[in-house]
């Protein structure tokens, strides 16, 4: 549909098929555009066109904030420089290289999909989005993102911002979670597409997310296309189905030193391929938890209790003597019990060496057996 104005033919969409209100995509664009080249964040990840290089930041960003995935990043970027030499690393460097980020079924995924791309594509990625969804861990968002970002193609994107910007921007009120309701997103993602310059696009309708249109409290005196937006209380969008009600849960592990080593156990479950305190199958009688700590996970609000346990006369599978957990892949509560519980223990030798000028085990020992070198958590 196109409106003649002052002798220039502008094209529009319709908030509504069934509606006669329009919508002036052009002069959109034009004051997004305008704004992003003003005010626009400056991230690693968009003063480059590698493909290899924006899939790692678009799996990191899924779940995490900015901030946190900037340092991380860069690092994994100089350990990691390209597809073949991820898909070369083991799973234990990859899983401690991604070590703090959480979500860790993100780099098994993104080791895989290096894996493939090596073996399937001879290290280079594909430039068709159909080919991108074949590989692990790679959706329709990741996809399109690798396709606007690295290629500059002229593909939609819906991620939390841009959600939150055309639920707003149309007033969408249908829950976002049901497919019906993505279904229609996408749907006005694209109608919003430039055909050239969509990544610059893309990465505008992000920001207009991250920076304005707030969740909760929207910035909307200072919006650069409020005149554009045809929600009544934006603060009420997006719609999205109730949430499941957060589950909590108890977990008992032990903790175990032996000779200046630390018994560590390869989980096979949430944190498969990585190691944490043994687990306890049943719980300690008439013994209070050395360690307490409350972490969340996903739906989920979890109590990891700890005890104090003697040496097993043999590690059973999986289980392993750690003399150093520097190079170790652990989760974050578990790295973090584990260094809090050495240096009590740590604490505690020194001032019984200070009364009785002897120790079962030494500072110095205690540290060489489990702390190593400063970790980033």
Known sequence: MHAVSAGETLPFICVNPSSSVVFPKTQFRRALINWYRRSGRDLPWRDTRD????????LMLQQTQVATVIPYYNEWLCRFPDFTSLARASENDVLHAWQGLGYYARARNLHAAAKAVVDRHGGRFPRLVEKMQQLPGIGKYTAHAVASFAFDQSVPIVESNTARVLTRLFDFRES??????????????????????????NSALIDLGALV????????????VKRFCRAENPQTLPVRQSRSRTKRLIEEHAFVI?????????????????????????????????YKSIFPFTNHRIAL???????????????RWFESIDRVPMPSPHRRATQALVSKLFSRDCRSS????TSTITPAAVVKAVMGSPNRE
């Open 258 to 290: 032996r000779q200046g080593k630390v018994l560590l156990e390869q989980s096979a479950a949430r944190w498969r391929g990585m190691w944490i305190l043994p687990p306890l199958q049943t719980s300690p009688a008439n013994q209070q938890p050395i």
């Open 213 to 224: 249109c707030i969740s909760r409290e929207p910035k909307c005196a200072i919006c650069p």
């Open 305 to 319: 209790l700890v005890y104090r346990r003697p040496a097993p006369k043999a590690a059973i599978a999986k289980q």
């Open 176 to 201: 976002i979670d049901s497919h019906a309701g993505r279904a229609t997103l996408w749907q006005h993602s694209a109608k919003l597409l430039p055909k050239r310059n969509a990544g610059i696009f």
């Open 354 to 357: 200070q009364r009785k000028r």
């Open 51 to 58: 493909p290899y290089a924006i899939l790692v930041s678009e």
